[in-house]
T-cell receptor, first 114, second 116 residues
Framework: DGGITQSPKYLFRKEGQNVTLSCEQN?????MYWYRQDPGQGLRLIYYSQIVNDFQKGDIAEGYSVSREKKESFPLTVTSAQKNPTAFYLC?????????????FGAGTRLSVL | AQKVTQAQTEISVVEKEDVTLDCVYE???????LFWYKQPPSGELVFLIRRNSFDEQNEISGRYSWNFQKSTSSFNFTITASQVVDSAVYFC?????????????FGKGTRLSVIA
């Protein structure tokens, strides 16, 4: 089945620890995105990547880092600099030609601080 | 700057009632896309519809219909004869770039509860 896989589903971070959220897609999509969702809030963009080896900061990139070494993978690292990391993280991907920016989402990772 | 406003935070309806979810957007671009997504309790966002700024024709898909009015910058979503399975958070979103892959700007969502 084609789709977007996020892992783990639940993640716990200790004080001062970096953690990495995985996002893999087998849709052959060019672009990938990371959004953060807080209770009662919409989705806010953290980072996005339109092609391999290139990515841009979103509105709330501070305390996060990403890499895009392969088309299928776009991992997100939540660093110790992110002081309020507890949230629901959603990864998405989109294919431009003929699909006009419809983004498809993974099932999300819920991150909590211990 | 672009902005999407969903003024209704939560709505509760009884099954079989019709319900309309409001969405108002702001953008300086003349070409853009508007979207609706559904987020069931499982958390994954499900794509419902995309509308481009040049097409103001209303769309109907089963019990769902969308009313796009450029004059009032609104893109409202109506569910007819609601069902319990419609209970979810619904997000309206905007993409300003007419071509290419660009991030979406989301509203804060409307939580719909359909009571049996």
């Amino acid at each position: 089945d084609g789709g977007i896989t996020q892992s783990p589903k639940y993640l716990f971070r200790k004080e001062g620890q970096n953690v990495t959220l995985s996002c893999e897609q087998n849709l052959n999509h060019d672009a990938m995105y990371w959004y953060r969702q807080d209770p009662g809030q919409g989705l806010r963009l953290i980072y996005y990547s339109q092609i391999v080896n290139d990515f841009q900061k979103g509105d709330i990139a501070e305390g996060y880092s990403v890499s895009r070494e392969k088309k299928e993978s776009f991992p997100l690292t939540v660093t110790s600099a992110q002081k309020n990391p507890t949230a629901f993280y959603l990864c998405a991907s989109s294919l431009d030609p003929g699909r006009k920016n419809i983004q498809y989402f993974g099932a999300g990772t819920r991150l909590s601080v211990l | 700057a672009q902005k999407v406003t969903q003024a209704q935070t939560e709505i509760s309806v009884v099954e079989k009632e019709d319900v309309t979810l409001d969405c108002v957007y702001e953008t300086r671009d003349t070409t853009y896309y508007l979207f609706w997504y559904k987020q069931p309790p499982s958390g994954e966002l499900v794509f419902l519809i995309r509308r481009n700024s040049f097409d103001e024709q209303n769309e109907i898909s089963g019990r769902y219909s969308w009313n796009f009015q450029k004059s009032t910058s609104s893109f409202n979503f109506t569910i007819t004869a609601s069902q319990v399975v419609d209970s979810a958070v619904y997000f309206c979103a905007l993409s300003e770039n007419y071509s290419g892959n660009t991030p979406l700007v989301f509203g804060k969502g409307t939580r719909l509860s359909v009571i049996a």
